[in-house]
């Protein structure tokens, strides 16, 4: 996600870099990952550039993003 046009999330801020951050998933947790961490000090902790998506919000730039996850009801037989 960031400033440029291309990416799935597209932040219009000029605060934003054009690849600010990245999301990843696996099984067991899903991350941000800070890819420009001069850009917005405080997106994450000091000594890392990842951290749980699952905390309340991430703030890039002027934006607040909030992760949410819901789980797909299968149909009853």
Excluded: C, W
Aim: proline share 6%; charged share 20%; aromatic share 4%.
């Amino acid at each position: 996600m960031g400033r440029d046009p291309s990416n799935t999330i597209f932040l219009n801020d000029m605060t934003v870099s054009r690849s600010h951050a990245k999301i990843l998933r696996n099984a067991a947790s899903v991350l941000i990952e800070d890819l420009a961490p001069s850009m917005a000090p405080g997106l994450m902790a000091p000594s890392s550039t990842r951290a749980s998506a699952r905390r309340s919000s991430v703030q890039i730039g002027t934006f607040t993003l909030m992760y949410h996850e819901s789980t797909v009801e299968r149909p009853k037989r």
